[in-house]
């Protein structure tokens, strides 16, 4: 289980450092990132360091306060997350969360909750910045789903409380989980998403009577709809084609967008996907063919990478992370100790506000 768990926060890391420099690109040649990731490779080749961004920064103040508090606590990783917020705020945040920490910190984080509920006109956030740190929780909750579930949203509802935002950081750890449970080369992708649909599912039917915003204009559009359970229709279909639809489709029908519905049932395309070679990607490791195959979508890259790799990274454990593609990425030796952290605390976890 360890070399899981250092698996998946280094994958993560991994998905955020080498996929900010791409953030916001429309789409990105598949031919020129076998060349880029190519010479990332090359230990002849001296190319400049890649920073974490914001998705790092916040999945340790989740890994730290669940590990040094042996469970969770709101009020304590609120505290955490503002900390770390404006001691670094240059981190890619984005760009509505500012008033959220700006609000946890007037107040001394009193009701953890209450900033984020005031978000888009007390509407809450969607934005996939509660999904892209939850890797811990499914990490330190591996022998518990209820548990994961709650911590999943309770951590979620400290920056973005919009029932899209709070499911997204669900499904994500929901993934994370079942990715740990899987054995060594056991994977069944069918099984694999099938089982997230039903508890998806499950999960929206409890929600439903949470009524939210559509985004986007034509409300009718099969894209447009809120159910997280129905995009994950989507992924099983893209995965029973012989290869990956165009960029456009994936773009159109999942998303590589900010949001957590637009992006976190993308990310686990890009996991399942990259188990089988995939045309164009000139790769024979599967974690790096993830992280590649995320980033070449475009849109928000660090984020579905990050979140891909996370779950590629708690399938495959850590034998499979490229180390010559870690010696370019920022805080690999903390990222580790956090993992080792989950692990030892993940056998003694408890549960609190
Ligand atoms: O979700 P969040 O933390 O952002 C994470 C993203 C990742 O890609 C990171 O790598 C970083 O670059 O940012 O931050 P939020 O500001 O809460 O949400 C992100 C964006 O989603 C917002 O700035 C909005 O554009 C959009 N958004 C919404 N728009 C309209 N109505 C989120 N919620 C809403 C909403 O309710
Ligand atoms: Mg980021
Ligand atoms: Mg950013
Ligand atoms: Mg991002």
Same mark, same amino acid.
């Given at each position: 289980?360890?070399?899981?768990?250092?698996?998946?926060?280094?994958?993560?890391?991994?998905?955020?450092?080498?996929?900010?420099?791409?953030?916001?690109?429309?789409?990105?040649?598949?031919?020129?990132?076998?060349?880029?990731?190519?010479?990332?490779?090359?230990?002849?080749?001296?190319?400049?360091?890649?920073?974490?961004?914001?998705?790092?920064?916040?999945?340790?103040?989740?890994?730290?306060?669940?590990? /040094?508090?042996?469970?969770?606590?709101?009020q304590d990783m609120a505290k955490r997350f503002t900390k770390e917020y404006f001691a670094e705020p240059k981190r890619g945040y984005g760009s509505a969360v500012h008033d959220v920490f700006m609000g946890l910190r007037n107040s001394n984080c009193e009701d953890p909750y209450r900033p984020a509920q005031?978000?888009?006109?007390?509407?809450?956030?969607?934005?996939?910045?509660?999904?892209?740190?939850?890797?811990?929780?499914?990490?330190?909750?591996?022998?518990? /789903?209820?548990?994961?579930?709650?911590?999943?949203?309770?951590?979620?509802?400290?920056?973005?409380?919009?029932?899209?935002?709070?499911?997204?950081?669900?499904?994500?750890?929901?993934?994370?989980?079942?990715?740990?449970?899987?054995?060594?080369?056991?994977?069944?992708?069918?099984?694999?998403?099938?089982?997230?649909?039903?508890?998806?599912?499950?999960?929206?039917?409890?929600?439903?009577?949470?009524?939210?915003?559509?985004?986007?204009?034509?409300?009718?559009?099969?894209?447009?709809?809120?159910?997280?359970?129905?995009?994950?229709?989507?992924?099983?279909?893209?995965?029973?084609?012989?290869?990956?639809?165009?960029?456009?489709?994936?773009?159109?029908?999942?998303?590589?967008?900010?949001?957590?519905?637009?992006?976190?049932?993308?990310?686990?395309?890009?996991?399942?996907?990259?188990?089988?070679?995939?045309?164009?990607? /000139?790769?024979?490791?599967?974690?790096?063919?993830?992280?590649?195959?995320?980033?070449?979508?475009?849109?928000?890259?660090?984020?579905?990478?990050?979140?891909?790799?996370?779950?590629?990274?708690?399938?495959?454990?850590?034998?499979?992370?490229?180390? /010559?593609?870690?010696?370019?990425?920022?805080?690999?030796?903390?990222?580790?100790?956090?993992?080792?952290?989950?692990?030892?605390?993940?056998?003694?976890?408890?549960?609190?506000?």
């Amino acid at each position: 289980m360890l070399s899981r768990f250092r698996g998946s926060m280094l994958g993560s890391l991994m998905g955020d450092c080498l996929g900010s420099p791409f953030e916001g690109e429309a789409s990105i040649g598949k031919v020129f990132l076998n060349n880029y990731f190519s010479q990332l490779g090359d230990p002849k080749k001296r190319l400049p360091f890649k920073p974490y961004t914001d998705d790092t920064a916040m999945t340790k103040s989740v890994a730290l306060s669940l590990t /040094e508090l042996k469970g969770f606590n709101g009020q304590d990783m609120a505290k955490r997350f503002t900390k770390e917020y404006f001691a670094e705020p240059k981190r890619g945040y984005g760009s509505a969360v500012h008033d959220v920490f700006m609000g946890l910190r007037n107040s001394n984080c009193e009701d953890p909750y209450r900033p984020a509920q005031r978000q888009f006109q007390g509407m809450g956030s969607y934005g996939n910045g509660a999904a892209m740190r939850v890797a811990p929780v499914a990490l330190m909750n591996y022998n518990d /789903e209820a548990r994961a579930i709650d911590v999943a949203t309770m951590q979620s509802k400290i920056t973005h409380s919009h029932k899209l935002g709070c499911q997204g950081a669900v499904l994500q750890c929901l993934a994370v989980r079942a990715a740990l449970h899987v054995q060594p080369n056991g994977l069944n992708i069918v099984k694999f998403t099938d089982d997230l649909i039903s508890t998806m599912r499950n999960i929206e039917k409890k929600d439903a009577d949470v009524v939210v915003e559509v985004e986007g204009g034509d409300s009718d559009a099969p894209w447009n709809t809120t159910s997280y359970a129905r995009r994950l229709e989507t992924v099983k279909k893209f995965l029973e084609q012989p290869e990956p639809p165009p960029n456009e489709e994936i773009h159109g029908l999942l998303g590589v967008h900010v949001s957590a519905l637009r992006s976190v049932p993308t990310a686990i395309y890009c996991f399942l996907v990259s188990q089988n070679p995939i045309p164009g990607i /000139e790769c024979d490791n599967k974690l790096q063919r993830c992280i590649q195959f995320a980033i070449s979508l475009g849109g928000d890259t660090d984020t579905i990478a990050a979140m891909a790799g996370a779950i590629s990274g708690a399938y495959l454990g850590e034998d499979q992370v490229p180390k /010559e593609l870690l010696r370019h990425c920022e805080a690999v030796k903390d990222v580790l100790s956090w993992a080792d952290k989950l692990h030892d605390a993940s056998s003694t976890v408890q549960f609190s506000n």
